[in-house]
């Protein structure tokens, strides 16, 4: 019988850009989830925030960072500027993704051996919330 468990993770940014490591935390749901094989949906409600899998190394955080903000500079040209100045945070996010799906195998989040999980801020300081389902028997 297929099973559901469902959590959300409340994160509070310090940065305007931050990729914050949150593989305990869901590896720790995971676990009170009881499910042994399934599927992992990781779900941010955040236009201007994403999710990403990558090494957690710090320089190559800081070169993801600086990526990003070449690839979409603070303060450009954007026409969604006009609004509230943060087209940059927006364009950012939808490059990298609001979802995430990661295979659940024995009970255990199935992630490779230098793989972490990151929620990704582009317009902090704020209070965000990352919805994590675990979803399997």
Do not use: C
């Not at 499910?35 to 957690?56: A, F, K, M, Q, W």
């Not at 799906?101 to 230098?114: D, F, I, N, Y």
Request: no cysteine.
């Amino acid at each position: 019988m297929v099973r559901t468990h469902k959590e959300v993770l409340n994160i509070t940014t310090s940065k305007r850009t931050q990729l914050i490591n949150v593989t305990s935390q869901v590896r720790d749901i995971v676990g009170r989830s009881r499910i042994r094989d399934g599927l992992l949906s990781l779900y941010v409600s955040h236009t201007t925030s994403g999710i990403l899998i990558n090494e957690n190394e710090a320089g190559l955080k800081e070169d993801i960072e600086k990526s990003l903000e070449k690839l979409f500079p603070k303060g450009g040209k954007y026409l969604h500027n006009r609004v509230d100045n943060n087209a940059d945070a927006h364009l950012k996010s939808t490059f990298l993704g609001s979802t995430l799906a990661l295979p659940v195998t024995g009970g255990s989040l199935h992630l490779g051996m230098w793989q972490s999980i990151f929620f990704a801020e582009f317009d902090g300081l704020r209070n965000r919330n990352l919805t994590v389902m675990v979803i399997g028997e």
